[in-house]
Nanobody, 122 residues
Framework: QVQLVESGGGLVQAGGSLRLSCAAS????????MGWFRQAPGKEREFVAA????????YYADSAKDRFTISTDSAKLTAYLQMNSLKPEDTAVYYC???????????????WGQGTQVTVSS
């Protein structure tokens, strides 16, 4: 039983930055890490980034590499996604998820936030 509350989405111009936050609560002791996914209209959910609470390993989709940074604050039970150099194609609903396996494969994520809209204007 893990609850995730996201914040930080909004409208930003291309080239700008946005920082998403995801506060976790509940039985977070059962989770290995946190991940970010996104889903654009008419498209499948897409993996963006993931990391472990322990700091062991950080993973990014090619589309996010070098522009996005995932981080966690285990004391605050919060995950972040710093997004820089945003592009219109980054427009999507971004979801925070908690993983229940060490591998951090997309199928390992079992608890999801409500999603926060990120819109990047050209």
């Amino acid at each position: 039983q893990v609850q995730l509350v996201e914040s930080g989405g909004g409208l930003v111009q291309a080239g700008g930055s946005l920082r998403l936050s995801c506060a976790a609560s509940g039985r977070t002791v059962n989770t290995y890490g946190m991940g970010w996914f996104r889903q654009a209209p008419g498209k499948e959910r897409e993996f963006v980034a993931a990391t472990r609470w322990s700091g062991d390993g950080t993973y990014y989709a090619d589309s996010a590499k070098d522009r996005f940074t995932i981080s966690t604050d285990s004391a605050k039970l919060t995950a972040y996604l710093q997004m820089n150099s945003l592009k219109p194609e980054d427009t999507a609903v971004y979801y925070c998820a908690a993983s229940f396996a060490y591998g951090l494969a997309p199928t390992d994520f079992g608890s999801w936030g409500q999603g926060t809209q990120v819109t990047v204007s050209s």
